[in-house]
């Protein structure tokens, strides 16, 4: 677990003292969810950002707050149910549909997550998350060649996405394309070397 910055531990403690004095606010509530999910403790942050949601019907970007804590925890099926609520309140932001599409992904729920990931390249066809997504969904189902495409797509708008290439290179590792496979070797060694060595482990070279 990563140490909470200091500037952040204060204004944490200065919350929680606030919050003694007066329990039912819910924009402290909120703000001091906030601040524990961005320093990782995904536990406090669901626990004071319930506690908001009891008693105030909570805005679309507390719900997501809610969604990625419970994602991160493994608590799948509430990351689920939260997200749903987020995309429902904001039907075209791509940064909750994609969420949404990771919580089903996780929860092996891969057919809602392939037709949620679909829906956020019909918002932004040129964003890579979508196709990533689409991607990662198909190794989940051990369709490589379908995998393959959807990184293909990512690479091809994003030349630079290192974690992408490494995901496609491994993909065709399992397709028994050598070549293909050390090609994207080559082109993360220009930009990310860690995954470059981490793919050639892969490959076996």
């Not at 008693?55 to 507390?62: E, F, M, Q």
């Not at 932001?93 to 729920?109: C, K, P, S």
């Not at 090609?183 to 981490?198: F, G, K, M, S």
Request: proline share 5%.
């Amino acid at each position: 677990m990563t140490e909470i910055p200091v500037g952040v531990g204060l204004r944490i403690a200065a919350l929680n003292q606030e919050l003694q004095r007066d329990p039912w606010n819910v924009d402290l509530l909120i703000e001091l969810g906030e601040l524990y999910a961005d320093a990782g403790r995904d536990p406090q942050a669901i626990e004071v950002l319930e506690r908001a949601h009891a008693l105030r019907p909570p805005t679309p970007p507390t719900l997501h707050l809610l969604g990625v804590a419970c994602l991160r925890a493994d608590r799948l099926a509430e990351a689920v149910g939260w997200l749903e609520a987020a995309v429902q309140g904001e039907p075209d932001n791509i940064r909750l549909v994609a969420d949404l599409g990771w919580a089903y992904r996780e929860a092996e729920r891969i057919s809602e997550a392939l037709e949620t990931f679909d829906r956020v390249i019909r918002l932004d066809p040129c964003l890579t998350a979508g196709y990533y997504g689409r991607g990662m969904c198909y190794v989940s189902l051990d369709d490589y060649e379908e995998a393959a495409g959807a990184l293909r797509e990512v690479v091809r708008l994003d030349p630079s996405d290192a974690v992408a290439r490494y995901n496609l290179g491994v993909c065709y590792v399992v397709l028994g394309d050598r070549a293909a496979a050390l090609e994207q070797y080559r082109e993360i060694l220009r930009v990310d070397r860690n995954h470059a060595r981490l793919q050639l482990m892969q490959i076996g070279g």
